[in-house]
């Protein structure tokens, strides 16, 4: 394989221009991939496990790591659903009635089906008749 022929310098900036230029390299410097990277998925298991601890009283590291398998599984290739659905997972999962939560915890709901509901089977109890009474 042959070497890359040799970058030229870039030629210095005025320090005004170069603290502008800044925020533009930074933007560049993140990768606007469709593919979601392992630290993606490792911020998505954090997000579960701080909101199994909170409701739970304990953190369920295996637990969450299956859910966010499955999630993988169904979302992985669209990284605004896939998180989008994370956030309304760990929203849900932590609600204050725990009633989600429980049923996943006492295999009720696996995890595979859990990221299969839509917003409003995922929804508690309290709000689903608050809505209906909306309508």
Do not use: W
């Not at 933007?27 to 593919?35: N, Y």
């Not at 999630?71 to 309304?88: F, N, T």
């Amino acid at each position: 394989a042959a070497a890359a022929p040799p970058r030229p310098k870039p030629q210095a900036k005025p320090q005004a221009e170069a603290k502008a230029a800044k925020p533009q390299a930074e933007a560049k410097a993140k990768p606007q991939s469709e593919e979601l990277g392992e630290e993606t998925r490792s911020r998505v298991v954090g997000l579960l496990m701080r909101t199994v601890a909170k409701a739970a009283g304990k953190a369920n590291f295996a637990l969450c790591r299956r859910i966010e398998d499955a999630l993988h599984a169904s979302a992985g290739r669209e990284p605004k659903e896939y998180k989008r659905r994370a956030r309304s997972l760990a929203f849900n999962l932590g609600a204050s009635d725990g009633a989600l939560l429980n049923r996943v915890v006492n295999g009720e709901l696996a995890p595979v089906d859990l990221v299969r509901l839509d917003a409003e089977e995922l929804a508690s109890d309290a709000l689903r008749a608050e809505r209906r009474e909306e309508r």
